[in-house]
């Protein structure tokens, strides 16, 4: 990190540096604060897009190419050996909440398959599955 203090801003995913060449002159709290402002600002666009997706009817067929381009076709950065565990999450849901056929549903087979990898594999997957989805939505 070269002595730079970093905060991680939890919706993106990305890095945002603290521009603090001194500790003396850094701030905690302030800098936590311009933290939690950027992830509020970005909470309700997210908030917008899972009631859309929840919104989003799919057909199993439609969900069935949509996995078949997430993984045979690779579009999404994520180990093709998930592909049956995607499938068994989103057709054969463990909680009824999500036994709705929406995009919510096959977002949440995904992310759940996913805790089945190591930490940064999990975590880059996760980060680009919003984006996948998003596009195949519309």
Known sequence: ???I???RDIVSGAFSPVLAK????????DTLSVGVDRIQRNFEP????IEQWRETQLTDDRAKLILYQAFVEGELEAPRSLLPSVHRLYFEPQYPEFS???????SNAFTSSFKEL???PQFKATAKLGA?????RQ
């Open 118 to 120: 190591d930490p940064v």
């Open 5 to 7: 203090p970093r905060i």
């Open 100 to 106: 709705a056929r929406t995009m919510w549903s096959l």
């Open 46 to 49: 997210l908030q917008g897009q």
């Open 1 to 3: 990190m070269n002595g």
């Open 22 to 29: 001194h500790s003396r002159s850094f701030n905690l709290i």
């Open 132 to 136: 996948f989805l998003e596009k195949l």
